[in-house]
């Protein structure tokens, strides 16, 4: 039983050894299948290793950092609440179920807000489109 | 306050030797894979814009006058002549940005108060099908916590709201057409009920705005014919609404120090002139007034914002968590590598967010 494609950054002891043999066994059981020796499948991954690490950004309920066997913590965001991680998509799996961890995603894109550059024509100054009229309203209860 | 985008350069409108523009972060950087591969936050140089968005939205949140233009009796460029702002860049020159860059730029603005107002012309793609927390909108949460007025662009698709502007403690915004005498919500501006929230909060100037791009800038180079005589530069979007809306947040804070975010979102929602299209929010931006708040307390006006509260209500907490815990993570097992910054290049937004052809051919007529 090997754990593979361990990042640099990632820390395992042997208590994650004993884990991820675990939990390769559980979800051997649960999916039907056997991890006995001898069998034509290919050696048994442990779960918290399979897949390449992909990058994740974790909403946290408390500050505290979360580390753990196969999670390398890049960034602690402690002013919003958030961490960001690289981790197997197995590892995050079993991360999102930690009572530290709000949520989870994985790194996404984020792109500006601007739908167009308007090529001719003229345009107007911001302050002109505001229709500012101080005080001519009041609040409207909300 | 801090503009978190692709940088701000120095233009005649808002410049660092005015001391009105200073450097806070870059963590453009990240986007790239920059955590992965040692790179730092860089929170010392001058934090320049290759790009151009940022220094557009920057100097129609605060540009001050442009020689040679002229802008209107006693105005400058943008709305908020005397705020100081800061560049917080979370985009490389390509445009390029990524959630765990820009929540490290919204990290960097929490420990950095008095730092007041956010305005986040940003959008990422909602965490599944359905609309939910996410690190972004709980970023904005904190920040709020923390006395920090988030402003955010609800997004350029018609009919849905982007993240993190669906959370229900920003303060959203919609873009209005106002090249017109009646103004109209804009087509393309982002709009609709989650969770029983209705966003945008409100509808600010957002169609054919003038403002600076630096002039080796990514969009001023692909885009010289959006250039008008005068120097300025055309742009529309949910983007240009919301810096214009900041600007008017740090106008009403510079007359009420100190108001929460809480009364903020009140008087822009209440000053706000109401317009019949559920679309508005509550409608279309104004500065408030005297005759505005000052006869209610913050107290009350916080309970006024409680519109937010349907958060923390126990059935919006669930809808959020199962939204984000089932989507997200079809996404994340069927992939071991579901996004890189290279499969975002600033030609992939190009196309479809910076085309002048969805204004000129015929939309607005002009």
Redesign the interface.
């Known amino acids: 039983m090997q754990v593979r494609r361990r990042s640099p950054q990632v820390t395992t002891g042997p208590s994650a050894v004993v884990l991820a043999v675990l939990i390769a066994v559980l979800t051997g059981c649960l999916a039907g299948g056997s991890t006995a020796a001898g069998t034509a499948r290919p050696p048994h991954v442990p779960t918290s290793a399979r897949?390449?690490p992909?990058?994740?950004?974790?909403?946290l309920t408390g500050n505290a950092p979360v580390a753990g066997p196969g999670v390398a913590v890049?960034?602690h965001?402690?002013?919003?609440?958030?961490e960001?991680v690289?981790a197997a998509?197995a590892t995050?799996?079993t991360l999102?179920r930690d009572a530290r961890v709000?949520?989870?995603?994985?790194?996404?894109?984020?792109?500006?807000?601007?739908?167009?550059?308007?090529?001719?024509?003229?345009?107007?100054?911001?302050?002109?489109?505001?229709?500012?009229?101080?005080?001519?309203?009041?609040?409207?209860?909300? | 306050m801090a503009v978190v985008?692709?940088g701000i350069a120095d233009t005649p409108a808002l410049n660092r030797a005015s001391g009105r523009l200073v450097d806070g972060v870059d963590t453009s950087g990240?986007a790239a894979?920059g955590?992965?591969t040692g790179h730092e936050v860089d929170t010392e140089g001058v934090f320049s814009d290759g790009f151009g968005?940022g220094t557009?939205m920057a100097d129609?949140l605060a540009g001050g006058a442009v020689p040679g233009v002229d802008?209107?009796a006693d105005?400058g460029?943008?709305?908020a002549l005397g705020a100081r702002v800061v560049s917080v860049k979370?985009?490389d020159d390509g445009?390029?940005?990524?959630?765990?860059?820009?929540?490290?730029g919204?990290?960097?603005?929490?420990?950095h108060r008095p730092i007041d107002v956010v305005s986040l012309?940003?959008?990422?793609?909602r965490?599944g099908g359905a609309y939910g927390?996410?690190?972004l909108t709980?970023?904005v949460r904190?920040?709020r916590h923390?006395g920090v007025s988030v402003v955010v662009?609800?997004?350029?698709t018609a009919g849905e709201v982007?993240d993190p502007g669906f959370e229900p403690q920003a303060l959203t915004v919609g873009?209005?057409d106002?090249?017109e005498k009646a103004?109209s919500v804009?087509p393309?501006s982002g709009a609709g009920v989650v969770h029983g929230v209705q966003k945008p909060d409100l509808v600010?100037?957002g169609?054919?705005?003038?403002s600076l791009l630096p002039a080796d800038s990514e969009?001023a180079r692909s885009?010289p014919?959006?250039q008008?005589p005068s120097g300025?530069?055309?742009?529309?979007?949910?983007?240009?609404a919301?810096?214009?809306t900041a600007?008017?947040v740090a106008m009403y804070l510079g007359a009420h120090p100190g108001a929460s975010p809480a009364a903020v979102s009140?008087?822009m929602?209440?000053?706000?002139?109401?317009m019949a299209d559920s679309r508005a929010g509550?409608g279309?931006?104004?500065?408030?007034?005297?005759?505005?708040?000052p006869d209610?307390d913050v107290g009350t006006l916080d309970r006024?914002?409680l519109?937010a509260d349907g958060w923390d209500a126990p059935g919006w907490v669930q809808a959020l968590?199962a939204a984000?815990?089932t989507d997200?993570?079809t996404?994340?097992?069927g992939s071991?590598?579901?996004?890189s910054?290279k499969?975002?290049s600033a030609k992939s937004?190009s196309a479809k967010?910076?085309?002048?052809?969805?204004?000129?051919d015929g939309v607005t007529g002009?």
């Open positions: 897949g390449a992909v990058t994740a950004v974790l909403a890049l960034a965001l402690g002013g919003i609440g958030a960001v690289r998509p995050l799996r999102r709000a949520g989870l995603r994985t790194d996404a894109p984020v792109r500006t807000s601007t739908a167009s550059v308007d090529s001719s024509g003229t345009g107007v100054f911001p302050g002109n489109g505001s229709a500012h009229r101080p005080g001519d309203r009041r609040l409207a209860g909300r | 985008d692709t990240l894979g955590l992965s968005h557009f129609l802008t209107g105005r460029l943008g709305v979370v985009a445009g390029v940005t990524s959630l765990s860059a820009v929540l490290a919204l990290d960097w603005v929490a420990s012309s940003l959008a990422a793609d965490p927390a996410d690190p709980m970023a904190h920040l923390a662009a609800a997004g350029n982007a873009a209005a106002t090249t103004p804009a393309f600010a100037a169609v054919h705005l003038q969009i885009y014919t959006a008008l300025l530069w055309r742009g529309s979007g949910t983007s240009q919301t810096a214009v600007g008017v009140a008087a929602r209440g000053a706000a002139a109401p509550a279309m931006l104004a500065v408030p007034g005297s005759a505005d708040v209610v006024q914002a519109w968590n984000w815990s997200v993570w996404a994340t097992s071991s590598n579901p996004w910054a499969s975002w937004w967010s910076w085309s002048a052809e969805p204004w000129d002009r």
